[in-house]
């Protein structure tokens, strides 16, 4: 069975700092993998996806950026974090063909102070 | 651009009562729909989903049924129970295989004993 995890749980981290966010797939190969973000008590907002190691496409501009240096592994970081980037970031997979059901990690809540 | 709009914001039930929550979409092509489902503190988990038109989905008791014509896809449930208080939502996937999810704006539905 396939499997999600996401690191940290949750950070508290004051505006300007730099900021890194992971997670990793378990029992898939070659995943797509996708970031969101959801703002307190918002939708749930797209921000990157890849289809392959080293690729990454931005579908919105948040002052993030995100990388995969591993099939199974998906990055999301910035060097200088802005009070808007608060909110919970979720990391999906989906199959990597066809119009797939997105399966969600458990989600990291970042506060910026 | 596609878009999803859940008229219902909040509902407030008491356990047996009949659920609706109304979902339309605009998408060009022909979109899988989705139902999502999201516990705090945790991420969406997918209910079901529908890829053709008159296409049924169904899950733990809820159900929707894809409606070309009407551009829909409520979400229903004859007799609802305290456990399925959460935010559900309805979002949609389009062809490209981008795993691009479309969410609506969520439902928070609370169901009192």
């Known amino acids: 069975a396939q499997t999600i995890h996401q690191w940290p749980v949750a950070e508290i981290k004051a505006v300007g700092s730099p900021l890194s966010l992971g997670c990793t797939i378990k029992?898939?190969?070659?995943?797509?993998l996708y970031w969101y973000w959801q703002a307190t008590g918002g939708t749930l907002q797209q921000l990157f996806y890849?289809?392959?190691?080293?690729?990454v496409e931005s579908v919105v501009q948040l002052n993030l950026s995100a990388s995969r240096p591993k099939d199974d592994q998906f990055i999301l970081s910035t060097e200088k974090l802005l009070l808007s980037h608060s909110g919970f970031y979720l990391c999906?997979?989906?199959?990597?063909?066809?119009?797939?059901?997105?399966?969600f990690g458990a989600g990291t809540r970042l506060s910026v102070l | 651009g596609d878009s999803v709009t859940q008229t219902e914001g909040q509902v407030a039930l008491s356990e047996e009562d009949f659920l609706t929550i109304h979902c339309n979409y605009s998408?060009?092509?022909?979109?899988?729909l989705f139902w999502y489902v999201q516990y705090p503190g945790e991420g969406p988990q997918l209910l079901f989903r529908?890829?053709?038109?008159?296409e049924k989905g169904s899950s733990r008791g809820f159900e929707a049924t894809y409606d070309k014509g009407t551009t829909s896809f409520h979400l229903r449930k004859a007799s609802v129970q305290e456990s399925d208080s959460a935010v559900y939502y309805c979002?949609?996937?389009?062809?490209?295989?981008?795993?691009?999810?479309?969410f609506g704006d969520g439902t928070v539905l609370t169901v009192k004993p």
């Open positions: 890849s289809i392959t190691v080293g690729q």
């Open positions: 999906a997979w989906s199959p990597g063909t066809g119009v797939g059901t997105l399966y």
């Open positions: 529908a890829s053709r038109d008159k």
């Open positions: 029992g898939k190969s070659s995943p797509n």
């Open positions: 998408a060009s092509g022909y979109p899988t």
């Open positions: 979002a949609l996937s389009d062809w490209t295989n981008t795993g691009k999810l479309t």
